[in-house]
Nanobody
Framework: QVQLVESGGGLVQPGGSLRLSCAGS??????MAWYRQTPGKQRELVAA???????KYADSVKGRFAISRDNSKHTLYLQMNSLVPEDTAVYYC????????????????WGQGTQVTVSS
């Protein structure tokens, strides 16, 4: 059973930065991704990382966010820079599969989420 635990969320001013972390078991067996969700909206893919450290980003975060992983530490990261209020959401990490065509298939392995609030 894959277990994922996110951390690093908080309150930050517009233009600021945060780094989210996700610690997981059986970590290196999967592609990994970050999703986010706001009340009343579907959970949306933010970034994914697959074999060979291939990455995929939502258009809204390209150039501002960076996903990375350290398999030796069983940890996934999301570095978030130039944050804007629209980035406010609960962020979840997920284990799944990023195929060679760039499509990410989320498996039913989710963390509990960490709140990110961007506000002055």
């Amino acid at each position: 059973q894959v277990q994922l635990v996110e951390s690093g969320g908080g309150l930050v001013q517009p233009g600021g930065s945060l780094r989210l972390s996700c610690a997981g078991s059986f970590f290196s067996d999967y592609s990994m991704a970050w999703y986010r969700q706001t009340p009343g909206k579907q959970r949306e893919l933010v970034a994914a990382i697959g074999g060979g450290d291939r990455t995929k980003y939502a258009d809204s975060v390209k150039g501002r966010f960076a996903i990375s992983r350290d398999n030796s530490k069983h940890t996934l990261y999301l570095q978030m820079n130039s944050l804007v209020p629209e980035d406010t959401a609960v962020y979840y990490c997920n284990a799944g599969y990023l195929d060679l065509g760039g499509t990410y298939d989320p498996y039913n392995y989710w963390g509990q989420g960490t709140q990110v609030t961007v506000s002055s």
